[in-house]
């Protein structure tokens, strides 16, 4: 019954403003518009105020609070009274990069990073693109299971690997065994434990790159192919020269948020090895972690905040580098 | 849509042979690429099978060296012992309260803002998007120790709401919302506002409707994030009666003493199980808002 009315109206509403024009007479009215732009402010602040008033709360004051907690001497026995500590300027800093550790940390953070996000960009736009362009029947099927291990939880998937390395009665050796190969201990050696983890983050995140991939590859204009193809150009040149450009604005999208993502690597060291063995697998935001844990709320927020800085410089140099040269 | 015309009766069987070739090749693509793909498609999946199988197995057998790959004496003792041993229902009810609540405080907050952001003109638009959009960068844990100290003296540790304020309201679903709702015409605004409806009622009785698939999508994605999140909940239930899923199986998996894997498995499918099939049922909408924002 109301909304009836509405699009009837609305659908006169459009034949006028297109014999209108695109700029209808009406809008530009400046009388009325001051008091609709007055209305439209008020409804527009309503509309805006739990959401802010929740962020504000439970996002920006945390963000600010942090900044300010790294340059304190913050433990956990402030806990009920976080306003009684004392400013200690950057010690916490400097303490952080004179621990042998959080540079192991951001060490093995680094190679966690260097190697595992081209494998998984790489990764996921093989298979994007061997779906688009190669095949024709299964897709979905294809799609929804190279998809799959994006939505799982962490915890369950821990518990699955843990048990699928395990040195005899896992998966991994025994099928290592069949070809004569004798499988290490993954978890519990130092070369084999951070691969492991790289591994197992693009298995995880291999079918978001693919889905934006995929809707990416639709916007590429078949007469663009079809033309390509009759000036000669193979399948290789075709991709290379005419879909990898046009990908460009897709793939700098899942490299900015998958290289976020990876920065704060956490999730696979923190329930598998809780960092170990020997540090091996100890990240930057794991580190972080650990002081939370240990009570040193102050170096626990210079580490974060050491890990926002490095988020920001990797997304700058990934638009510097990707994004369009015209 | 040219094949039905061509290979009328009139046309030389040696057209009809090209044609079908031409055919295959168009309903099936490279043959020979369906090899690797079905390859990475059991390397993607292994792990959930393995799963599946270890949970039905009794637990000596999980421990046999080679392992079955199919339980050859499967049994439902790790279900039972799971719904017996764990306080298995109450965090299956934690879990599902909690996803719940916080999906539908981000469906209504962040639909809200996306639409003032979309839609509307107003003084300072320009910074609270802006603001909004730079915390998407900020790591969980610089947020995370403030956030605790915050939440601790709220008091809010010892119960659910705990689990679920700082979440209620996300940038990643106001970015969702306003790019969907920017796409949907200005004239039905413009419309309903000579027709006399309030600002309030437009997005309400108009906006809202027309969102359903943004929503679908956010809810979907809101949902498994909320169902999936730990460590946030780990380290704010204070006791087992606020305890989620996923904290009681990573509680139960890093214990010392607790190496029964049989019943780890069970855990494992039951905490996958359903996010699974919501998943298979709405994916359209789960790949949807992925598609567009880039996010997940």
């Known amino acids: ?326 | 849509m040219t094949t039905t015309l061509t290979s009328a009766p009139t046309q030389s069987s040696a057209v009809d042979t090209v044609l079908r070739r031409r055919r295959i090749r168009r309903e099936w693509g490279r043959p020979w690429l369906y090899l690797p793909l079905t390859g990475l498609l059991l390397l993607m999946v292994t792990p959930f099978l393995w799963m599946l199988s270890g949970s039905f197995k009794p637990e000596a057998d999980i421990r046999k060296i080679p392992p079955d790959l199919v339980p050859i004496r499967p049994t439902l003792a790790n279900y039972r012992e799971l719904l017996g041993t764990l306080d298995f229902t109450s965090m299956f009810a934690n879990s599902v309260m909690v996803a719940l609540a916080v999906t539908a405080g981000n469906l209504l907050f962040c639909s809200m803002l996306g639409y003032a952001l979309a839609k509307l003109e107003f003084r300072g638009k320009r910074a609270v998007f802006t603001l909004v959009i730079a915390t998407l960068m900020v790591p969980g844990l610089v947020t995370f120790v403030p956030l605790y100290v915050l939440v601790s003296n709220m008091q809010l540790t010892g119960s659910l709401l705990g689990l679920i304020l700082p979440f209620l309201a996300t940038p990643f679903g106001v970015f969702l919302m306003r790019q969907f709702i920017s796409t949907l015409p200005d004239e039905l605004i413009d419309a309903a506002r000579v027709d006399g409806c309030g600002e309030l009622a437009i997005f309400w009785k108009i906006i809202l409707p027309l969102t359903r698939p943004a929503l679908a999508t956010l809810g979907i994605i809101t949902f498994l994030g909320s169902w999936n999140n730990f460590l946030w909940p780990l380290v704010v239930a204070q006791n087992e009666s606020q305890y989620t899923l996923p904290v009681g199986l990573a509680l139960a998996s890093s214990g010392q003493d607790f190496t029964r894997f049989g019943i780890l498995l069970a855990g494992s499918v039951v905490v996958l199980l359903p996010v699974t099939i919501v998943f298979l049922l709405f994916q359209r909408h789960f790949v949807a808002g992925i598609a567009t924002t880039g996010l997940k």
């Open chain 1, 1 to 326: 019954m109301t909304t009836m009315p509405t699009s009837t109206i609305a659908g006169q509403g459009t034949k006028e403003r297109d014999a209108a024009g695109p700029q209808s007479a009406a809008r530009r009215d400046s009388s009325p518009r001051r008091t609709a732009q007055g209305r439209q402010t008020r409804a527009a602040w309503s509309l805006a105020a739990p959401f802010l008033a929740l962020f504000l709360a439970f996002m920006l004051l945390p963000v600010v609070w942090s900044m300010l907690m790294s340059l304190t001497d913050t433990k956990s026995a402030d806990l009920r009274t976080p306003l009684s500590v004392s400013f200690t300027g950057f010690d916490n800093y400097i303490r952080l990069f004179q621990d042998p550790q959080f540079f192991t940390a951001l060490q093995n953070t680094a190679v966690f990073v260097l190697v595992g996000l081209p494998l998984t960009l790489a990764a996921g736009l093989a298979a994007a693109v061997a779906l688009d362009r190669g095949i024709r029947r299964f897709r979905a099927v294809f799609r929804v299971g190279f998809y799959l291990p994006v939505i799982t939880s962490v915890v369950a998937v821990a518990v699955v690997w843990k048990t699928l390395l395990e040195p005899q009665a896992g998966l991994v050796n025994t099928v290592l065994a069949w070809f004569g190969i004798d499988g290490p201990a993954w978890l519990a050696d130092t070369r084999f434990a951070l691969p492991v983890m790289i591994l197992m983050a693009v298995w995880r995140n291999l079918g978001t790159v693919m889905i934006i991939m995929l809707a990416g590859l639709q916007s590429v204009p078949q007469s663009l192919m079809e033309a390509a193809e009759l000036d000669g150009a193979g399948a290789w040149q075709r991709f290379w020269r005419v879909t990898f450009p046009l990908l460009r604005p897709a793939l700098l999208l899942t490299a900015v948020t998958t290289g976020i993502g990876y920065l704060q690597f956490f999730d696979e060291p923190f329930v598998m090895t809780d960092g170990g063995p020997l540090d091996s697998t100890l990240s930057a935001t794991l580190y972080a972690y650990k002081q939370f844990g240990n009570g040193n709320y102050d170096m626990a927020s210079a580490a974060g905040y050491v890990v926002f800085v490095l988020i920001i410089a990797l997304t700058v140099l990934q638009f510097r580098v990707l994004r369009d040269k015209d």
